[in-house]
């Protein structure tokens, strides 16, 4: 059991040196006439430990516990007090009845020092002539702040509210008070309202896992919803960039066609063009020669008019006949030379339109080339530029899409996973807790078979000893005897089996059911982020004006989640609004579903916090 081994005090109230007040085994009282310092001795160990404020010591100030003549005589007055505490006979109870690991051996040696030495706790306070004053502990000499000496305190069961030390008037306040005030006072030293807080404390953190729960699974929703919202996009956008570039590239060779339609128009007018020229010349070449021609049978003509002159009748006929058939041979040579003159005046009309239609053949082919020229240069680059922007909005939403996708399949996946593991893990408590409860009766069973035989035993034991002398069927009662306790060895053999069974069995359930708690507790947290009922009932009213919840509005690195979840918390559920008007609807349609209570946010009340010592910290390395 622990104990106080000595207190030290030194210029403490009216302790005006160093003074050690020895607590021996046994110790019990402190006696003295009044004003002899016995209360301060008390008052010294309050202070020490820090279990009361200076009230509690019956001082209105600190510096009001230092001694006055130092007070008076120096500049700067220290006061210190050291309480020694036995710990040979302590244990820890936080392990009792179990081994203590390397782990917390070595912390109950960096708290609480060698079980086997004293563990000292120290107090000093510096009190400065103007009043001013400073107090530091010291746990074995090691410096420590409030908190860890009052976490130390509490493995030995010393609490600053508790009832290790009882002052003047507690007694009389104990006998006076309620039946439940009493019974708080009996919990606190028993150890059972510690639990109770604990108890509070988990009630309160399993609230709060659900309430995060039911936010990621809407949270869950909500990206589930943007994920197909996404992939319908997406499905569009490729679908119109590869219109688009169907329509570019038919765009791209029906210029290339037509360019290629005038080319073959303009050699066609070309050849036609050199081909009425040829037959200009050659019509040009037949008129030459029908007009010698014509020349010549004129000229044979009147050569033949003279002749027939001076020729008889015979031979005017028959020169008549000849003059017949040139005139006709010349008719028909003034006809043809007035067909081929026609036809070289079509044949150059033709060649004018031709002329025409080639020059006007170039220009257009000019055109068109300027526009092929312009288009290749000012509209290939503007359509190449907004493809190349195109492609970039659409592999920035295609990471997105994949990201977020990637996101809800990895959540997916693990909740599947601890699901699993849970369906698992409850799979194999049942058959052990099944297997537990039939150990559980073949135990009683066995106990009662050991109990029955036990007193057939003594029974025949009994027997025995009133018979005196052996009696004929000894030997068939030794037999029995042996068989008896042969039974009675081999179902206390069972028993014991089935006792180690059952333990093994139940230190199996317990690890397996602080398994399942923990894949419970993680599976609650991350629904946590799909919001409460309240969120889903507003989120799903599709109300004008709601932007949705802070979580979903959100986003940083995956490295930062923690820490925004953190600072956070529940405030990751509130809704986002655009107005007060906005909430006020939100409020009523919750109170017309009964769906509960949520926070909103209104866009043009809310006002960002002043946080001041942002810019130091960016300052700082």
Excluded at 383 to 412: F, N, Y
């Amino acid at each position: 059991m622990v104990h106080i081994k000595r207190v030290e005090l030194s210029h403490f109230k009216s302790f005006g040196g160093t003074t050690s007040v020895p607590f021996l085994n046994g110790f019990t009282v402190v006696s003295g006439p009044n004003g002899s310092g016995k209360s301060n001795i008390l008052d010294a160990l309050l202070f020490c430990l820090g279990l009361a404020s200076s009230k509690g010591m019956r001082a209105e100030r600190l510096p009001d516990l230092v001694n006055h003549n130092q007070q008076n005589n120096k500049t700067t007055t220290e006061v210190s007090v050291s309480v020694a505490f036995d710990l040979t006979d302590w244990q820890d109870p936080d392990h009792f009845g179990e081994a203590e690991t390397a782990a917390e051996k070595a912390e109950t040696a960096a708290g609480l020092g060698d079980l086997t030495a004293e563990w000292t706790v120290t107090r000093r306070l510096r009190v400065t002539k103007s009043g001013s004053y400073s107090s530091q502990y010291f746990i074995n000499d090691e410096p420590c702040n409030a908190t860890d000496l009052h976490a130390q305190l509490r493995r030995l069961r010393i609490y600053p509210e508790g009832y290790n030390i009882v002052l003047q008037g507690d007694v009389t306040g104990i006998i006076t008070m309620n039946s439940r005030d009493r019974r708080q006072i009996i919990d606190e030293l028993a150890g059972v309202a510690e639990f109770d807080r604990k108890i509070d404390q988990v009630r309160s953190t399993l609230e709060e896992v659900r309430e995060r729960e039911e936010r990621f699974r809407l949270i869950e929703g909500e990206l589930q919803r943007s994920l197909t919202k996404l992939a319908g996009d997406r499905r569009k956008a490729e679908q119109y960039q590869t219109l688009r570039q169907q329509i570019q590239t038919w765009q791209q060779w029906e210029q290339v066609l037509i360019a290629r339609s005038l080319q073959q128009q303009l050699q066609a007018q070309e050849r036609d063009y050199q081909r009425g020229v040829t037959q200009l010349a050659q019509g040009a070449e037949q008129l030459a020669t029908v007009r010698v021609e014509l020349a010549r049978v004129q000229g044979e003509c009147d050569r033949l008019q003279q002749q027939v002159q001076a020729l008889g009748e015979d031979e005017h006929i028959a020169l008549n006949g000849q003059l017949t058939t040139h005139r006709l041979q010349a008719q028909q040579a003034a006809q043809e030379a007035a067909q081929l003159t026609q036809t070289l005046t079509t044949s150059r009309q033709r060649e004018q339109q031709l002329s025409l239609e080639i020059a006007e053949l170039q220009q257009r082919f000019a055109e068109i080339n300027q526009t092929q020229a312009q288009l290749e240069g000012e509209s290939l680059q503007q359509q190449q530029q907004a493809l190349a922007t195109a492609q970039d909005e659409l592999s920035e939403l295609r990471e997105r899409g994949q990201a977020i996708a990637a996101q809800s399949q990895a959540w997916v996946q693990q909740q599947t996973a601890l699901t699993q593991q849970i369906t698992t893990l409850q799979n194999t408590l049942n058959p052990q807790r099944t297997e537990q409860a039939q150990l559980t009766e073949r135990r009683a069973r066995a106990q009662q078979t050991q109990g029955e035989q036990e007193a057939q035993l003594i029974a025949i034991m009994a027997e025995l000893a009133q018979l005196g002398e052996a009696p004929p069927d000894l030997a068939l009662l030794e037999t029995r005897i042996q068989e008896l306790a042969a039974a009675y060895a081999q179902t206390e053999a069972e028993l014991k089996n089935l006792t180690e069974t059952q333990t093994r069995l139940g230190n199996e359930q317990r690890d397996r059911t602080r398994q399942l708690d923990k894949l419970e507790a993680k599976a609650n947290a991350q629904k946590e982020a799909q919001g409460t009922y309240a969120s889903q009932v507003i989120l799903g009213a599709n109300l004008p004006g709601v932007c949705g919840l802070v979580a979903q509005l959100g986003q940083v690195e995956p490295a930062y989640h923690i820490a925004l979840e953190t600072a956070a918390g529940g405030r990751l559920g509130n809704i986002v609004v655009e107005d007060d008007q906005v909430a006020a609807q939100g409020i009523e349609l919750l109170k017309r579903e009964k769906a509960g209570r949520a926070t909103f946010l209104p866009l043009n009340k809310i006002r960002p916090p002043s946080i001041q010592s942002v810019g130091n910290l960016r300052a700082a390395p």
